[in-house]
Structures are given as structure tokens and as C-alpha cells.
């Protein structure tokens, strides 16, 4: 089962990717990330870590 995300849900990894890029990464943007990828889970009935591991390759590993 490919695992599917939200536009706001790359959106975020994306501004979280750039901040840790840039040495910057706040702990509410992490916080952030963290509480859409946990809801994003739970309310499409996909797991959890399926879901980060795509959200990170999907931003950090386009190709």
C-alpha cells in the first residue's frame, strides 16, 4: 500500500528541512511537524512511521 500525503503535511517537512539546513530548526516547527504527521496517521489509518519515512523521503530525496 503506497503511503499517501497531504500537500500541508510536505509543506511542513519542507520549511522544517530548510531550517535544519540553515542550522535553524525550531523546536515549534519540529513540534509541528511531529503533531501533523502523528494526525495525518491517524486519520488516514496508515502508520505512522510509514508515513514519516515518505514525508522525509519525499522532501530531503526527491529523485
Same mark, same amino acid.
Given at each position: 500500500?503506497?503511503?499517501?500525503?497531504?500537500?500541508?503535511l510536505?509543506? $511542513?517537512?519542507?520549511?522544517?528541512?530548510?531550517?535544519?539546513?540553515?542550522?535553524?530548526?525550531?523546536?515549534?516547527?519540529?513540534?509541528?511537524?511531529?503533531?501533523?504527521?502523528?494526525?495525518?496517521?491517524?486519520?488516514?489509518?496508515?502508520?505512522?512511521?510509514?508515513?514519516?519515512?515518505? $514525508?522525509?523521503?519525499?522532501?530531503?530525496?526527491?529523485?
Open positions: 500500500m503506497a503511503v499517501e500525503l497531504s500537500p500541508e510536505v509543506e $511542513l517537512e519542507t520549511r522544517a528541512w530548510q531550517e535544519i539546513q540553515a542550522g535553524q530548526l525550531t523546536t515549534e516547527t519540529a513540534e509541528a511537524v511531529h503533531a501533523a504527521v502523528v494526525a495525518h496517521a491517524e486519520a488516514t489509518g496508515q502508520d505512522r512511521l510509514a508515513v514519516e519515512t515518505e $514525508l522525509k523521503r519525499t522532501v530531503r530525496h526527491p529523485e
